[in-house]
């Protein structure tokens, strides 16, 4: 079955506590992306990576980071995290030649006291 | 990227057919419509995507008139479950299928009723 992974589904941690949000994806995309979601703001892009080694910076980037070593995973890493980092985050995969849909993950919503 | 107007929010019956239309008056010759729906603290999920005149699949029915300045999506005789958020975006067919800088926007939120 065609999926996007990501781990955990939830989690609560501290200020200034680093954390790893997982991302798989089984379907050899090239693209991968991370956006979260916050109301009344909807969907804004963190990062995207078009294959392996590249990666591009979207509109909310700052406080993040990232890495695709394999074309299947890209975690999304947050080095020292602030309560405005709480929110709801989706990783994204498409790309490729015929593929017209992105697919997206069940989501990770993180809290951060 | 063109962007798009949609209502904020719509109510329907179970049963009825729901009409959504998006506004898009800047949208490019490459540029394809794609609809996307999102279900509360669920990951948005493609539905249909469309160039010009109608497009039908299993779930819903896109018609775009011959100006593409706007486009409807249908979804025939709605259940509760269809209760969502939905999304127009429109961009090239390689954008709305690459994940990269998809533009959701508000969206419209659907809300069928009993």
């Known amino acids: 079955e065609a999926q996007v992974t990501q781990n955990p589904r939830y989690l609560i941690t501290v200020t200034g506590k680093k954390l790893t949000v997982t991302c798989s994806q089984n379907?050899?995309?090239?693209?991968m992306s991370w956006y979260r979601q916050d109301p009344g703001l909807g969907l804004r892009q963190i990062y995207y990576?078009?294959?392996?080694?590249?990666?591009d910076k979207g509109d909310v980037p700052e406080g993040y980071k990232v890495s695709r070593k394999e074309k299947r995973n890209f975690p999304l890493i947050l080095e020292s995290p602030s309560p405005n980092q709480t929110s709801l985050y989706f990783c994204?995969?498409?790309?490729?030649?015929?593929?017209?849909?992105?697919?997206f993950g069940q989501g990770t919503r993180l809290t951060v006291v | 990227l063109a962007k798009t107007t949609q209502p904020i929010s719509m109510d329907s019956y179970e049963g009825q057919e729901v009409n959504i239309t998006c506004s898009h008056n800047n949208i490019a010759t490459n540029d394809y419509i794609t609809w996307y729906q999102q279900f509360p603290s669920q990951g948005p999920r493609f539905i249909i995507q469309?160039?010009?005149t109608k497009v039908t699949n299993e779930v819903a029915s896109l018609f775009i008139p011959a100006d593409r300045k706007s486009s409807t999506l249908s979804l025939p005789r709605v259940s509760l479950s269809d209760t969502a958020v939905y999304y127009c975006?429109?961009?090239?067919?390689?954008?709305?299928?690459?994940?990269?800088?998809?533009?959701f926007g508000s969206g419209t939120q659907l809300t069928v009723l009993p």
């Open positions: 379907m050899n995309h090239e693209y």
């Open positions: 990576s078009m294959n392996v080694e590249v990666t």
């Open positions: 469309g160039y010009k």
């Open positions: 994204a995969s498409g790309g490729g030649t015929g593929v017209t849909e992105a697919f």
């Open positions: 975006l429109v961009g090239d067919k390689r954008m709305a299928g690459s994940a990269r800088q998809l533009t």
